[in-house]
């Protein structure tokens, strides 16, 4: 049981302790106001806003789920997401920064301490002495007078969040870089089926050419003119097998997990299959909500704040050890209110003389680095305005290129097969036909790179532009 004394006390350390605690008013720290965009407010080269695709604001809220449309694809993508190493890094990077802010903050807050304690001793005159306390107080604790303990906690604060954000630009590019991996995969298949069925027809037309040599009817020099197709989708079948064997390894090391064959691709898909379209009418305002460009304005922010504690160090510093509580020479009436109050209040101020100018040096510096995040946050914009305009770029001629190489691989084919058969009705030369199967073989393998191409800006596109941020909700590591 408490006394009324105690009670009265324990008030008056608590309102004193509070009223110190909301001494300090504001920091030190420059208000913070966002830089101007550096850079155009439109791209040049913006897809056709008549392409049904997603709106700026949908491009960032639509999950990747619903951008990719490939199942296979879709589940590589999750295995992925729970098992690349370097992502798990990234996510352990944001737990300790959590915990850092945590820390920090805790700095805010005095440490309130409680014990008993009790002392026995005899004297000269042979008494015996017993005495018994009950305390509770705080030691140490710097009153934030000038938002120096404010400022910190704002610098881990920002730090904290920046290491949120570059774990959701890392969740983005992993999504991209394994979407870009299975397709090259993909696209190496439909290069090896297309040279082993070249190859195949090759290996007929020199069998034919053999036995026309035999005849007499062809030539040595068309049965040279046969191998050399026949040996060239040879060569190209042995570096394209060898190719998809690294596509699948590297996409092992992405997902960092075994998975099914079954998720692998046999052939590009079609691309309406595989994902939406690309966005229309984007403005470069987007891009402030880029993840890596968040990150660089946290890192900038984290750094303002510290300007604020480098300036509050010029200022005194006022510290607070304080502590109340009972006493009795029987521990019992510690714990029933027949004890005596005790308590003991140690303020200390200590102002800032003579450094040697570490804290002109210190405040310098802390300006310097501001500068310098400054500079990284409007180049993070710059960067990610270059790397949109370029995919930009691309989108607005792929369908053109794509078109045009599609119109070429028909015209090559009906030229092969034209040539094909004038040369079996003796109308035209052995040349010409092997002539038009090379042409034929290599718009072919052009049209498989362009398909791959253009698969690929889709997934670039949606990325550089943050897409589905707003799904991508970090959870802790530890969850």
């Known amino acids: 049981m408490i006394n009324s004394s105690q009670t009265v006390f324990s008030a008056k350390l608590l309102s004193i302790v509070g009223a110190l605690i909301l001494a300090g008013c504001g920091t030190l720290a420059p208000d913070y106001s966002r830089s101007k965009l550096p850079v155009s407010n439109q791209w040049e080269n913006q897809p056709s806003t008549q392409i049904q695709g997603l709106s700026d604001q949908q491009a960032m809220e639509v999950p990747w789920q619903s951008f990719i449309q490939e199942p296979r694809l879709v589940q590589i993508i999750e295995l992925a997401l729970s098992?690349?190493?370097?992502?798990?890094?990234?996510?352990?990077?944001?737990?300790?920064?959590?915990?850092?802010?945590?820390?920090?903050?805790?700095?805010?807050?005095?440490?309130?301490?409680?014990?008993?304690?009790?002392?026995?001793?005899?004297?000269?005159?042979?008494?015996?002495?017993?005495?018994?306390?009950?305390?509770?107080?705080?030691?140490?604790?710097?009153?934030?007078?000038?938002?120096?303990?404010?400022?910190?906690?704002?610098?881990?604060?920002?730090?904290?969040?920046a290491s949120e954000e570059t774990a959701k630009a890392t969740k983005i590019t992993l999504i991209g870089e394994i979407a870009n991996a299975w397709l090259t995969l993909a696209a190496d298949q439909n290069q090896l089926s297309l040279a082993q069925e070249t190859a195949a027809n090759s290996q007929k037309t020199m069998d034919i050419t053999k036995k026309r040599l035999?005849?007499?009817?062809?030539?040595?020099?068309?049965?040279?003119?046969?191998?050399?197709?026949?040996?060239?989708?040879?060569?190209?079948?042995?570096?394209?097998?060898?190719?998809?064997?690294?596509?699948?390894?590297?996409?092992?090391?992405?997902?960092?997990?075994?998975?099914?064959?079954?998720?692998?691709?046999?052939?590009?898909?079609?691309?309406?299959?595989?994902?939406?379209?690309?966005?229309?009418?984007?403005?470069?305002?987007?891009?402030?909500?880029?993840?890596?460009?968040?990150?660089?304005?946290?890192?900038?922010?984290?750094?303002?704040?510290?300007?604020?504690?480098?300036?509050?160090?010029?200022?005194?510093?006022?510290?607070?050890?304080?502590?109340?509580?009972?006493?009795?020479?029987?521990?019992?009436?510690?714990?029933s209110g027949g004890a005596s109050s005790?308590?003991?209040?140690?303020?200390?101020?200590?102002?800032?003389?003579?450094?040697?100018?570490?804290?002109?040096?210190?405040?310098?510096?802390?300006?310097?680095?501001?500068?310098?995040?400054?500079?990284?946050?409007?180049?993070?914009?710059?960067?990610?305005?270059?790397?949109?305009?370029?995919?930009?770029?691309?989108r607005a001629t792929i369908q053109q290129q794509l078109h045009a190489q599609e119109a070429l691989v028909a015209a090559a084919s009906r030229s092969y097969d034209l040539s094909l058969a004038r040369y079996e009705g003796g109308v035209d030369s052995f040349q010409n036909a092997l002539e038009a199967q090379r042409t034929m073989y290599s718009a072919r393998q052009s049209l498989i790179t362009t398909r791959l191409t253009d698969l690929d800006n889709r997934i670039t596109l949606y990325r550089v532009l943050g897409g589905g941020v707003a799904e991508n909700v970090i959870v802790s590591s530890e969850d």
């Open 342 to 394: 005790i308590w003991s209040i140690a303020p200390s101020l200590t102002l800032p003389i003579f450094d040697g100018g570490a804290n002109e040096a210190n405040l310098a510096y802390t300006k310097a680095q501001q500068r310098k995040y400054l500079a990284a946050y409007e180049y993070a914009i710059q960067n990610a305005f270059s790397e949109v305009a370029d995919a930009l770029a691309r």
């Open 83 to 161: 098992s690349n190493r370097s992502l798990q890094q990234t996510l352990a990077a944001v737990d300790a920064a959590r915990a850092t802010y945590r820390i920090q903050k805790a700095d805010l807050y005095p440490n309130l301490n409680a014990g008993l304690s009790g002392n026995r001793t005899k004297s000269s005159s042979g008494n015996i002495a017993t005495t018994y306390e009950a305390e509770a107080g705080l030691s140490g604790y710097e009153i934030d007078l000038f938002g120096k303990i404010r400022s910190l906690n704002t610098v881990q604060m920002e730090a904290y969040l």
């Open 214 to 335: 035999e005849l007499g009817v062809d030539s040595r020099i068309d049965l040279a003119s046969a191998e050399t197709v026949y040996y060239n989708a040879r060569s190209d079948m042995a570096s394209y097998t060898t190719q998809v064997s690294q596509d699948i390894n590297a996409l092992q090391l992405l997902v960092g997990a075994q998975f099914d064959d079954n998720l692998l691709p046999v052939g590009l898909p079609e691309s309406q299959s595989l994902v939406s379209d690309v966005p229309a009418g984007l403005s470069s305002e987007v891009l402030l909500q880029r993840p890596d460009v968040l990150a660089a304005e946290h890192n900038l922010k984290s750094a303002n704040a510290n300007i604020g504690v480098a300036r509050a160090a010029f200022f005194p510093t006022l510290s607070l050890t304080a502590t109340g509580g009972v006493a009795s020479s029987v521990l019992a009436d510690i714990f």
